[in-house]
C-alpha cells in the first residue's frame, strides 16, 4: 500500500450544550504528515466510542484535557501498520492504540501495542479484553474489594463495561448478581448472561425494583455506571460496610444543570459504607493480570460479549449519539475498512 497524501478524520466543530448533536462534530480531510523516526503509520479498521468522551467534550478541568475544537477527536482504535520507523512494529502488524476518530494515523511507536488477532478478533481488544474489560474487573476487584459470596448490583449492566462486571462477578462467586437496563430486550439479555435478576429501570422506582431484585437480603457490592437515581437507590439497599465503586455518571453527562447529590447520602454514615470513584487508566498496573484472566474466561466460555457495530467513519458521530441513547447491547465499534 502506497503512502496516502491525505486522511479523513472527525474534528470538534463546536462544543455540545445538553445532548451532543450532528452539528457538534465535523468531517474533514487533511494531509497525513511524513513518519519521523520511532513512529508508524495506522491505518485504522475500527475505532470506540465511549461515554466518557461526552466529558471531553466540555472545555471544563478533569483527568483528562478536554477535545480541542477544530481539532479531531481521540478514543481507542485498532489498525494495521501501514509504514514503520519504528523497531517495535512492522508492516502489517495489527496494534491498538488511541488515536480513532481517523482513516489515518501517525502514532509513536511506543504507544502502540501489538495484539493477537489469534486469541480473539481485533475487535475485543477495544472491549472485553482491552480498558473497558479492565474497567469492569478493577473496578469490581481492586476498588470495591469484592469478596466470594457478595450481592452486587450493576447499572446500565446491558452496556460494555456492566455486562462485563456482572460476568466477572459470577465468575468469582458472587452470591447473587443484579442488574439493570433501559428495555425488556436488554433485561432479557442480561438474564441469558447469566444474571440472577434484572429490571428495566423505566418499568418504576429503581429503589422498589432492587428491594425486589435482591430478595430481601440487600447488597454488597454496587458498581455504578449511572448515578443519579440509581446511586440513591443502591444506598438505601447496601448492606452495612457495603462498597460502592463509581464508575460513571451517564445519566448526567448531558445534564445543562447539576444534579443533586444523593438525598440519603447520610446512610452511608450509620451503614459505614465506602464511596470510591476511579478512573481505570490508574490501574494499568494490572493489565497484564486481568489480560491473563479474561483470556481464559473467553476461551473457556465462562464470560461472553456483544458488540453493537456502526460502518463508516462519516457515521461515528452518530454512533457516539446513539451509544449515549442506550441504542446499543455491548460495546459500541465503527467499522472504518
Not at 471531553?56 to 494495521?80: C, H, I
Not at 517495535?88 to 501517525?106: N, Q
Not at 432479557?188 to 437480603?217: I, M, S, T
Request: hydrophobic letters at 40%.
Amino acid at each position: 500500500m502506497s503512502y496516502p497524501g491525505k486522511s479523513r478524520e472527525i474534528q470538534l466543530a463546536s462544543r455540545p450544550k445538553g445532548w451532543p448533536a450532528d452539528e457538534n462534530f465535523r468531517l474533514t480531510e487533511v494531509p497525513v504528515p511524513e513518519l519521523q523516526d520511532g513512529q508508524v503509520l495506522v491505518r485504522n479498521t475500527l475505532m470506540s466510542v465511549d461515554p466518557y468522551m461526552r466529558g471531553r467534550m466540555n472545555d471544563a478541568k478533569s483527568y483528562v484535557p478536554p477535545f480541542q475544537l477544530d481539532q479531531p477527536l481521540e478514543g481507542g482504535a485498532v489498525g494495521e501498520v501501514v509504514e514503520s520507523r519504528s523497531e517495535a512494529h512492522k508492516p502489517e502488524d495489527t496494534v491498538l492504540h488511541s488515536f480513532g476518530w481517523r482513516d489515518y494515523a501517525v502514532v509513536d511507536g511506543k504507544r502502540a501495542r501489538g495484539i493477537d488477532t489469534g486469541l480473539a478478533p481485533a475487535s475485543a481488544y477495544l472491549g472485553a479484553l482491552g480498558l473497558t474489560g479492565l474497567t469492569a474487573w478493577a473496578g469490581l476487584t481492586k476498588v470495591a474489594g469484592f469478596k466470594e459470596g457478595d450481592a452486587v448490583f450493576v447499572s446500565g449492566a446491558a452496556g460494555a463495561v456492566g455486562s462485563l462486571a456482572g460476568q466477572i462477578a459470577k465468575v468469582l462467586g458472587a452470591g447473587r448478581v443484579i442488574g439493570s437496563a433501559g428495555s425488556p430486550e436488554k433485561v432479557e439479555r442480561l438474564l441469558e448472561l447469566g444474571f440472577d435478576a434484572a429490571f428495566n429501570y423505566h418499568d418504576g422506582p429503581v429503589k422498589e425494583q432492587l428491594k425486589e431484585a435482591a430478595a430481601g437480603d440487600g447488597i454488597d457490592v454496587y458498581f455504578d455506571n449511572v448515578g443519579g437515581e440509581h446511586l440513591e437507590a443502591a444506598i438505601s439497599v447496601l448492606n452495612k460496610y457495603g462498597r460502592v465503586a463509581m464508575c460513571g455518571a451517564i445519566s448526567a453527562y448531558n445534564s445543562t444543570e447539576p444534579q443533586c447529590a444523593p438525598r440519603n447520602l447520610f446512610q452511608a454514615i450509620g451503614k459505614e459504607l465506602t464511596l470510591r470513584g476511579f478512573i481505570a487508566n490508574s490501574y494499568n498496573r494490572y493489565a497484564g493480570e486481568f489480560a491473563g484472566l479474561m483470556a481464559g474466561w473467553l476461551r473457556d466460555g465462562k464470560v461472553s460479549y456483544d458488540e453493537t457495530f456502526v460502518d463508516g467513519l462519516e457515521n461515528a458521530p452518530r454512533a457516539f449519539i446513539d451509544m449515549m441513547k442506550g441504542a446499543n447491547r455491548g460495546k459500541m465499534i465503527v467499522r472504518l475498512a
